[in-house]
């Protein structure tokens, strides 16, 4: 009795802001006092998030029913671990440099664990953990980056409307018009 009702997407996706620390990119990094981020802030920077069966994602209804209704045709998996990635420490290394996609970053975590790092409005890094049955979407436009955390496994659905694209633009590439468009609806127009 008492305790609070937990989203339980909480779960298995946990959000906070980072310290400043050069420590290793795969421990927590949380500041001192930890500092939580809520899914609904999360979602004011246009991070989607849901919890969803991983044992049961080939039958799970809600998957479907996310899948079509917002398009995403075509699906593979990426594991990200020492004995399936070659080149491990390189890749992990590679992936954690600040990024943006000119479309939406899906993923749905349906084994392990990892850290997605976005930016939020004033550029203080937030970071989110996903575990297993966690499911993200990153805006196009958001700069973000990704490192497993320090267990060094997670096996990722990607989803993608039509055939897959994944390039990845370091920072800085505010050109773009994908960034613009992201800076528009989530950042000017959200903090007016």
């Not at 500041?31 to 989607?48: C, H, N, Y």
């Not at 398009?71 to 020492?82: H, I, L, N, R």
């Not at 992936?95 to 084994?111: A, K, N, P, Q, S």
Request: aromatic share 12%.
């Amino acid at each position: 009795m008492g305790e609070a009702v937990k989203d339980q997407k909480e779960e298995v996706i946990q959000a906070w802001y980072m310290d400043d620390s050069e420590e290793d990119q795969r421990l927590p990094h949380h500041k001192d006092p930890k500092e939580f981020v809520s899914l609904d802030k999360l979602a004011e920077l246009g991070v989607l998030s849901w919890r969803l069966d991983a044992d049961s994602y080939e039958t799970d209804e809600d998957l479907k029913k996310i899948r079509q209704s917002r398009g995403y045709s075509y699906t593979d998996f990426c594991e990200v671990c020492p004995a399936k990635l070659p080149n491990y420490e390189e890749k992990v290394k590679s992936f954690f440099e600040e990024h943006l996609h000119t479309d939406e970053e899906i993923r749905y975590c349906v084994g392990g664990s990892g850290y997605f790092d976005v930016r939020d409005r004033n550029e203080a890094w937030i970071r989110v953990w996903v575990k297993k049955g966690g499911m993200i979407v990153l805006p196009a436009g958001i700069y973000h980056r990704f490192t497993v955390d320090s267990e060094n496994y997670i096996k990722a659905m990607r989803l993608f409307v039509g055939e897959p694209v994944w390039t990845p633009y370091n920072r800085p590439h505010d050109h773009l018009p994908a960034r613009k468009e992201y800076v528009d609806n989530f950042v000017i127009n959200a903090s007016a």
